[in-house]
């Protein structure tokens, strides 16, 4: 296991350095930082022009993106961060920011989600075929099928409009982390903010969860070594949860994991809705600036935290399942 995690680190080097120049390629074109530059500081010369791309290598050319890169990496590595086009602002604090917010979120909406869902979909698959099976399948595929940005809609016009033509005030915030103007911590306060974030992004969780378990643990539950187990007269609760329940969430616990790992990344439609300052409403707020010096760090953070975590569920189902030689 040891050296199988230590091939996995050794190789993640070399994937994240061809990830992210392709990716840093990518953002180059897409967004031209020295157009962008030059959009912001419309009185700039040919002289600071030149001087911004030699600064921060933009150069032209197949190996000029190559050289540029390296330059790129080496700034990125020690921490010499170029300043975001708009504004120059130093990028790390925005970004330290955005990722604790994304992550308080995400955790949390993703704890909440996957709990949820796995003990729906254990009820439902303990009686196949049975009403509470097809409720749990009907509301799970409504889940589906209903968009998020519908979902945080429906919620904000009931809790805040609807909520306060009734009593006068809204039961729960609609934007924000904090009411514009407050200052210092005020765990109270975040968590009513989160309230409806968290459910719209629970909401999905809940509907792929409730679906994935179910249809894992009726497989488990119909196999023969656990008619084999029964007919040994273990009763039904001890083979269920230390035979099948640990089989059954082999699958799920690998998409746990990789969708934490998204976490990283924000949940833009949401955060977009409820204006919540996390990683994705700062990637659309640079990507619509063209700040290449803030889109590229968001970028390595989030291929980071997705390639950690595949082998994090690697990792799990070895752990889930003592079969598996990963070495």
């Known amino acids: 296991m040891l050296r199988y995690i230590a091939r996995r680190f050794v190789w993640m080097i070399p994937t994240l350095l061809l990830v992210t120049f392709l990716v840093y390629c990518a953002i180059r074109i897409g967004t031209d930082p020295v157009a962008s530059y030059k959009r912001v500081n419309i009185r700039a010369t040919r002289e600071q022009l030149e001087r911004y791309r ?56 993703s704890a909440v989600g996957i709990l949820v869902g796995i003990l729906m979909g254990v009820f439902a698959a303990l009686r196949p075929g049975r009403l509470r099976d097809t409720s749990v399948n009907s509301a799970a595929l409504i889940g589906l099928a209903v968009p998020p940005f519908v979902t945080a809609l429906l919620l904000q016009l009931f809790f805040a409009v609807q909520w306060q033509t009734w009593f006068g005030k809204s039961l729960f915030p609609t934007s924000g982390v904090y009411p514009p103007g407050h200052s210092g911590f005020d ?3 975040m968590a009513k ?15 792929v969860y409730a679906r994935y378990m179910r249809s894992s643990l ?10 084999t187990a029964r007919s040994k007269g273990i009763s039904d609760r001890r083979v269920l949860v230390r035979h099948g329940l640990r089989n059954a969430l082999i699958p799920v616990t690998t998409l746990a994991f990789l969708d934490v790992g ?7 439609i949401t955060e977009g809705i409820f204006e919540y300052p996390g990683m994705g409403k700062f990637f659309l707020t640079a990507y619509s600036n063209g700040d290449f010096p803030e889109l590229m760090p968001w970028m390595v953070l989030i291929i980071f ?3 950690l975590f595949n082998l994090f569920a690697d990792i799990a189902y070895a752990v889930l399942d003592p079969r598996i030689a990963l070495d």
């Open 305 to 307: 935290s997705v390639v």
């Open 262 to 268: 998204s976490i990283v990344g924000g949940l833009i």
């Open 193 to 207: 903010h989160m309230v409806l974030p968290v459910v719209v992004v629970a909401i999905q969780s809940m509907a």
């Open 187 to 189: 765990l109270v306060l």
């Open 54 to 109: 030699s600064h921060n290598g933009l150069y032209e050319g197949a190996f000029g993106y190559v050289r540029g890169y390296f330059q790129w990496l080496g700034g990125f590595l020690s921490f010499d961060w170029p300043r975001s086009i708009k504004g120059q602002r130093e990028v790390w604090p925005n970004l330290k920011d955005a990722l604790a917010n994304s992550l308080r979120l995400g955790i949390v909406a």
């Open 218 to 227: 009726l497989d488990v539950l119909n196999s023969d070594y656990m008619r």
